[in-house]
């Protein structure tokens, strides 16, 4: 008789934002500190997942993370967390003004911004680095998106996405994105619908010539019903991986767990 054993892997390391890359589907990385885990190989799999203690990821402490996988103390210390970085418009390195660290604000402020649409529940209107497209659309969940405006820093696009604010939401519908659901309104329409809007001083940025960028996910079963998993009230859970889009696992039972939300805490995975 022979027997079959099954082989349990099992790895601890500090969370961080899920590392993806541009495939259709997207594919996603765990990193668990040594080995990079390709999360669409465990779809359909079980895995355990456990907190184990906080690991701040900036001072290392093991304190509880207040946000952005940072304790309190770094939270409001460190300069990647500034006011600026929700709040484009508060952007001031251009002036020479320093919020928290200017040297480290120059050089993520005083670099190329994309304004962009995306298609999440809605027609959302958002701002990032030039270096971060494709990524941040990705991480938002998008299944489209397309660039609207390029500027040459921070608080310019800042500017224009305020001024977007009054016909497009900024918010990602996150329990209708994770559903599956999306607004059928075309892209390439609303861009044209803010070359029409845009005052004159806004006008010079905008990108003519771009096509959307449709995105796949790796979802095999989307939820009827969500329910966001906290690991500071449920330490441990054992589901099966069911889809990953934006920085959400989503599991067979409806609940899904934000990765990038528990930055800094220190957990165990086993599949």
Not at 100 to 129: C, F, M, N, W
Not at 144 to 161: D, S, W
Not at 175 to 184: A, E, I, V, Y
Not at 218 to 223: A, E, F, G, H, K
Request: with cysteine; charged share 30%.
């Amino acid at each position: 008789m022979v027997r079959k054993y099954k082989i349990i892997m099992e790895y601890q390391s500090v969370l961080k934002r899920m590392s993806v890359e541009l495939e259709n589907p997207i594919k996603y990385y765990l990193d668990m500190g040594q080995d990079f885990i390709i999360l669409n190989n465990l779809l359909d799999k079980k895995l355990n997942i456990s907190f184990v203690k906080y690991q701040c990821l900036d001072c290392g402490s093991d304190e509880p993370i207040f946000a952005q996988g940072l304790c309190k103390k770094c939270y409001f210390e460190n300069p990647s967390v500034g006011e600026w970085v929700m709040k484009p418009e508060l952007s001031q390195a251009h002036l020479g003004i320093e919020h928290r660290d200017l040297s480290y604000e120059e050089e993520v402020q005083l670099q190329p911004h994309i304004v962009y649409l995306a298609k999440t529940s809605d027609i959302k209107v958002g701002v990032t680095r030039k270096t971060q497209v494709p990524t941040r659309w990705i991480d938002q969940g998008a299944d489209e998106a397309i660039k609207v405006l390029e500027t040459p820093n921070r608080f310019l696009a800042g500017q224009a996405e305020v001024f977007l604010k009054q016909y497009f939401t900024d918010k990602t519908g996150w329990q209708k994105m994770l559903k599956g659901f999306s607004t059928d309104k075309n892209l390439s329409e609303a861009k044209e619908q803010v070359k029409n809007l845009l005052p004159e001083d806004l006008k010079g940025y905008f990108i003519e010539n771009v096509e959307p960028l449709k995105i796949k996910f790796p979802v095999l079963q989307y939820p009827e019903k969500v329910k966001s998993i906290n690991l500071n009230k449920m330490p441990e859970f054992e589901k099966t991986l069911k889809g990953i889009k934006g920085q959400y696992m989503i599991f067979d039972d409806g609940s899904v767990f934000n990765v990038r939300n528990h930055s800094g805490f220190v957990i165990k995975l086993k599949f």
